[in-house]
């Protein structure tokens, strides 16, 4: 069965700061791989996601991950970090075929002014 | 082009009684999945409609159903409501089904249940 880690609860950065969120995956093929940003009391909104093809992925607001098989991680960073970035951030792999996917525990990003 | 909404946004049942939710999808879409989102589980899966036919279901005991009309929009209900159902429920549309389709997501209902 496919699992994700998030094993940052919490991370806290000053505005400015670079970024790096991490997440480990389980699954015994190639995954999809999905990062996804809640503001509080909103839904979740994609930042990037992996299907094939070149590991380094460029998302919306500045956000890249890069995907790393050896290391079975997907880590999210940003060079430089804005107030408003501050948010959960959420993991998730997806099987290919029938999409049921796993969530990681979600990391809560903190920014400091 | 108007987002994924859900209705009602909050609700505060009881124990025993049986709720309904509501979800709107963006227009176009077709297919419309159901998340649940507590502190302790975390983000669960419940399940995936696409042009009325559930084609995945999470780990959730029956009292957890859904449906699909034929205007995409989509309904779950929970049945004997217990404590632990208290959680954000999410709902999301896609294009179609599979994971290959971006999921836009609601902001929820918030259920709490007394």
């Known amino acids: 069965a496919q699992s994700v880690t998030q094993p940052d609860i919490h991370i806290t950065v000053s505005e400015g700061a670079s970024l790096e969120l991490r997440c480990n995956y389980s699954?015994?093929?190639?995954?999809?791989l999905f990062w996804y940003v809640q503001s509080p009391g909103q839904g979740l909104q994609l930042l990037l996601k992996y299907f094939s093809g070149d590991t380094l992925v460029q998302g919306i607001k500045g956000f890249e991950a890069e995907f790393k098989r050896s290391q079975s991680s997907f880590n999210l960073r940003k060079p430089s970090v804005h107030w408003s970035d501050a948010a959960e951030y959420f993991c998730a792999v997806g099987a290919g075929g029938s999409y049921i996917p796993t969530f990681g525990r979600g990391t809560s990003l903190i920014v400091h002014p | 082009k108007a987002g994924v909404t859900q209705t009602p946004r909050y609700l505060i049942k009881t124990r025993g009684q049986q709720v309904t939710l509501s979800c709107s999808p963006i227009s176009g879409h077709r297919s419309v999945s159901w998340y649940q989102q507590t502190p302790g589980q975390g983000l669960q899966f419940l399940f995936e409609?696409?042009?009325?036919?559930?084609?995945n279901k999470g780990n959730f005991p029956g009292r957890f159903s859904g449906r699909q009309f034929s205007n995409s929009r989509s309904e779950m209900n929970v049945s004997t409501l217990e404590l632990g159902d208290s959680a954000l429920y999410l709902c999301?549309?896609?294009?179609?089904?599979?994971?290959?389709?971006?999921?836009?997501f609601g902001p929820g209902t918030r259920l709490t249940v007394l």
């Open positions: 409609y696409f042009s009325e036919t559930q084609r």
């Open positions: 699954y015994g093929a190639t995954p999809y």
């Open positions: 999301a549309s896609s294009l179609g089904a599979g994971v290959g389709n971006e999921q836009f």
